[in-house]
């Protein structure tokens, strides 16, 4: 039975070893991880930027070649019907559909003249 105690102990100094050494690595991740302050970082030096002087060249408005454009002509409104009667058939069947004829309907006898 001493044999047992023994061996118990034994566990439990190395589980108290482990226990420490988890400790030890988990406080040195969080001290070098998040509570050390971080040093700021240096800043790149300040460029100088010349300020330059804008120009506007309004002499190129009155060119020979802009006077000689032609202004467009008016557009006239659209005066069809706009889109078609059931836009979710496919293009072929718009025109039997529209018409009245279809594969089962006779063709419409011709006026006489």
């Given at each position: 039975?001493?044999?047992?105690?023994?061996?118990?102990?034994?566990?439990?100094?190395?589980?108290?070893?482990?226990?420490?050494?988890?400790?030890?690595?988990?406080?040195?991740?969080?001290?070098?991880?998040?509570?050390?302050?971080?040093?700021?970082?240096?800043?790149?030096?300040?460029?100088?930027?010349?300020?330059?002087?804008?120009?506007?060249?309004?002499?190129?408005?009155?060119?020979?070649?802009?006077?000689?454009?032609q202004p467009f002509g008016?557009?006239?409104?659209?005066?069809?019907?706009?889109?078609?009667?059931?836009?979710?058939?496919?293009?072929?069947?718009?025109?039997?559909?529209?018409?009245?004829?279809?594969?089962?309907?006779?063709?419409?006898?011709?006026?006489?003249?």
């Amino acid at each position: 039975m001493p044999i047992k105690f023994v061996q118990e102990k034994k566990k439990q100094k190395y589980l108290i070893l482990v226990f420490a050494a988890v400790i030890l690595i988990t406080s040195i991740v969080l001290w070098f991880g998040f509570l050390r302050k971080e040093k700021p970082a240096p800043s790149p030096p300040a460029l100088i930027v010349s300020q330059r002087e804008i120009k506007i060249d309004f002499e190129l408005l009155e060119s020979s070649a802009l006077k000689e454009l032609q202004p467009f002509g008016e557009i006239s409104s659209f005066e069809e019907e706009a889109g078609r009667s059931n836009p979710f058939l496919p293009y072929g069947r718009r025109l039997e559909l529209e018409s009245g004829a279809g594969s089962e309907s006779e063709p419409e006898p011709e006026p006489e003249t």
